[in-house]
């Protein structure tokens, strides 16, 4: 079967760094998606990645290495904006995307 | 430019009710989706639409049917409305199928009783 893994729940503290984990068992790959969802909204695009690395835009980057099945996305300088779930999406071999449940981000001040 | 709309915003219906949901794009997008969803799950895709005039169903499309008469339109219809598809839908679009992003709009709270 397909299946995404996330942390369900994480908090942090306004200022610092949290590192949100996905890992992916599907059948093919053919890109990972990160979407933020705040509470009662609709999810937003905020990364792409389809070759193993690092992907830098702003606060936020994202990294995936396709042979361990993993990737997580890295945020910067947490602001209380930041408090969403963010959602982990693979595209699997006919180009569906197959969603994980999210990570709920708390910020503290 | 609105990108994608949805209606109604929000809706109670009665068990074995007739209930549409609109889905409209102004991106002139070829593919379309609906989604549903639930507490602890992800996404699941109910139908797709790769380009206007045609369909497909997703993992969970039971109980539900879509058409795509134009480009712009995307309707879901639950034909007779049980509890369990009491659920949050949300409708997305995107140029194409193969690796573009995927823009949602504001979904649609649907309470079945």
Redesign the interface.
Known sequence: GQNIDQPTEMTATEGAIVQINCTYQTSGFNGLFWYQQHAGEAPTFLSYNVLDGLEEKGRFSSFLSRSKGYSYLLLKELQMKDSASYLCAVRDSNYQLIWGAGTKLIIKP | IAGITQAPTSQILAAGRRMTLRCTQDMRHNAMYWYRQDL??????IH?SNTAGTTGK?EVPDGYSVSRANTDDFPLTLASAVPSQTSVY?CASSEG???E???????TRLLVL
Request: hydrophobic share 25%; glycine share 36%; charged share 5%.
């Open positions: 602890g799950l992800g996404l699941r895709l797709y997703g949300f199928t193969g690796g992003t995927q823009y949602f709009g504001p979904g």
